[in-house]
């Protein structure tokens, strides 16, 4: 150490020392000054990396050894991810954050987060003075930001927004985490861990929110209405299960207090619901809840909101049970034209929908309909309506030769439903069939357009044969014949008449002829002898 | 949660004075060089009409740009340094250190910041040019070439690799089926190590032809065809018997 005099200056010199080989590694501390952190004044301090990431970076697979492993999986993955360029971060962790705990557990917390490019353009030094005097220098490593963790509870982002979209009318600012802690102390229940409420909290506030999330939903409603109607029967069922009832007690408080921030999507919630048109229950208990919650909201305007949702949730009730109590023509009298579309619709879903009813008359109601699409509204509701009548009468005949009822039937409705309608426009099969059906109910033979082939060895080579009961009659006079060998004769092309058809026209055909019967090769021959 | 390293909090009770110094990259290239003894340079701390100054000098014998040894006379990096100083108004900085044992130690508070600046001399311009033709090249370059490139690939009949593939095939000659219990046993000692296989891989492992190694393991074992272990083969359970799954079974019961 030398020390130079003079006359307004002082200097001493000392050496300057890089130790080579120190195995410590120097790093920067970095606080903020704004959070008055003074260093003497910890007693104790923990510090450890922050590993969460590693969860997000290192694919660490679940199996590795006998059970659940592959063969060459490792390098079959490897591969896999070459081809398609995939380059995946590496976890390093150097890089990796660092936590800071002083005090312990009631002191403070920090997170150092790296600082990037310290050493890439010049190196900082740190100068100690050592003991003898002379300068140390070492050169530091990384410089990490440390900045204080907030241990207080804090909004997530979903509730953040939601809080933001009502801060012109939210006056009470302290209730929002008030009811937020109230939430989480029903749901925490029994954990009285302090460890779990500072890290464990956080992760039950983002599960259960999500949980919310994901049960906000239909599922939720029923449930809600599910757990009214328990209730209202009695409390015994309260106590089974105290969790159970709990969550539904915090679902419900916190759907009082979710009414007020889901407001805008809960319009949407009850349209879908599938509610049994037989069971009023539920609808019923949905309209309890609606009314319930205004009660318990906070803000009026809110009021509104719901009662506009009622109303529409309402007219959609009562539309479902009139459609059940099947009142069609005081409805068809009130509709308004804009929803006699819809209401057609509704017709037709609530139609395929009733199970009660039968599956016949279904079919045969969506065949006219098939039919009725083309004409008018007119004629659609007069089938509508006309079905409907016939499905009253219908409905408790039904037996395995119902088709040949119905089918008379459907034919009588179709002439009901052809006098109301001017239309001339009739396509030539169902002018066919309605032809048809009346004249096979008449046995006399009706001079109808198709000239009939003579009886005798030429067969028929005319364009339609009509499946009347003199053209079976000289079939069986001629030779004696089989079901079988009838109904060839009488084959569907020509006649017009789907196989159904022609199978039970040639039954009561038969059975007013009464034709004799002989055993020929073991098959049944029908004849006649005139 | 598993390791919590304690912070020797020693250094900062000893309230010892850090300096932050910013040092250029030459300069610490230099100090690199340094010899076992880390003897660099000396500091002067001075007072000069009340300002304090502080004036860094290298050691001669680090001045010399290149390799140890040489002396280039031309190139040489400046000696004195005087240094900038800040007080540490915005920040509160620590400094702490960890040992290669994973120890933490605060070492203390940094109450002065300090740049290093060399003394502008024509010297150093010349360093400086040097740097920055250094920088400005580009890392990649165009060069001519005086042949054509001539691996363009030509038609060939048959490629080495291949022929090296048919050879090796040759030489090894076709798979002989062992006996049925050593085969067995090898499945076993293979299926013990991992649970699934690919056939390739089964036939890579035992040796034995596709068609007798399909008998086999038709025989105890099943095939995967959908599922997380696509197209794989593993044991039957009867035959196997996993520690982990075994475990589970027993916590489930």
Known sequence: MTSLGGSSSSATEYTVRVPKNTSKKYNIMAFNSGDRVNCSTWTQARMERDMSARRIYGEEESAEGAAGSEFGKKQREEARRKKYGIVTREFKVEDQPWILKVNGKAGKRFKGLKKGGVTENASYYIFTQCPDGAFEAFPVHGWYNFTPQAKH???????????????????????????????????????????????GKKKKKGGGRGADLRIHDLEEDLEMSSDDSDS???????????????????????????????????????????????????????????????????????????????????????????????????????????????????????????SDDSDIEGETASALFLKKRTPPKRGGRGSAGSSRTGSRPGTPSIDSAST????????????????????????????????????????????????????????????????????????????????????????????????EQTVNVLAQILKRLNPERKNVNDKMHFYLTE | ??????????????????????????????????????????????????????????????????????QDASLQVPREHPFTMHTVGGQTMAVFSQSNADEISLEGMVVHRAECRPAVNDNYMKLKKLQIKASTKPQRLSQQLERAVTTVFKPVANHDFNVEH???????????????????????????????????????????????????????????????????????????????AEEEEMQKA
Do not use: C
């Open chain 1, 153 to 199: 509870r804090t909004l997530t982002a979903e509730e953040a927004e939601e809080e933001w979209g009502r801060r012109n009318k939210v006056v009470n600012h302290f209730s929002i985490m008030l009811q937020r802690r109230f939430r989480e102390q029903e749901r925490g229940g029994d954990d009285d861990d302090d460890e779990n409420e500072k890290s």
């Open chain 1, 232 to 354: 209202s029967m009695g409390d015994e069922g309260k106590t089974k299960a105290k969790k159970a009832t709990g969550k539904g007690k915090a679902k419900k408080k916190r759907k009082s207090s979710d009414k007020e921030a889901l407001e805008d999507s809960d319009d949407g919630d009850y349209e879908g619901l599938e509610v049994d048109y037989m069971s009023d229950e539920s609808s019923n208990s949905d309209e309890e809840l609606e009314k319930g919650k205004p009660s318990k909201g906070e803000h009026h305007p809110k009021g509104i909101d719901e009662a506009s949702e009622s109303e529409e949730e309402s007219e959609e009730e009562k539309q479902n049970e009139e459609e059940a109590k099947e009142e069609e023509e005081e409805e068809e009298g009130k509709k308004t034209p804009v929803q006699t579309e819809k209401k057609k619709k509704k017709d037709s879903s609530g139609e395929s929908e009733s």
């Open chain 1, 404 to 499: 040949s009822n119905t089918l008379r039937a459907a034919a009588s409705k179709l002439e009901q439903g052809k006098r109301p309608t001017p239309g001339p426009s009739t396509d030539s099969p169902a002018a066919k069939r309605l032809k048809m059906e009346p004249s096979s109910q008449s046995p006399v033979p009706s001079g109808k357009s198709t000239p009939q082939p003579p009886s005798g060895k030429s067969t028929p080579s005319s364009s339609d044969v009509q499946l009347t009961e003199e053209a079976v009659r000289r079939y069986l006079i001629r030779k004696p014949m089989t079901t079988k060998d009838l109904l060839k004769k009488f084959q569907t092309k020509r006649t017009g008449l789907s196989s």
């Open chain 2, 1 to 70: 949660m598993s390791d919590k390293t304690e912070v020797n909090l020693t250094g900062v009770k000893q309230s010892k004075g850090l300096w932050l110094v910013k040092v250029p990259k030459y300069l610490s290239l230099q100090w690199d060089k340094a010899t076992e003894k880390g003897d660099v340079g000396k500091i002067t701390i001075g007072k000069k009409q009340g300002k304090t100054e502080v004036h860094f000098s290298l050691n001669e014998e680090l001045t010399a740009v290149g390799a140890a040894g040489e």
């Open chain 2, 166 to 244: 048919e050879k090796k095939k040759k030489s090894e000659g076709k798979m002989v089926r062992a006996e049925w219990q050593v085969v067995l046993d090898m499945l076993f000692s293979a299926f013990e190590k991992h649970q699934y296989y690919n056939i390739k891989d089964l036939v890579d492992i035992t040796k034995q032809p596709v068609t007798y190694l399909k008998e086999i393991m038709r025989e105890i074992g099943t095939y995967n065809s959908k599922g997380p272990h696509k197209s794989t083969w593993e044991l039957k359970p009867e035959y196997r018997h996993y520690q982990a």
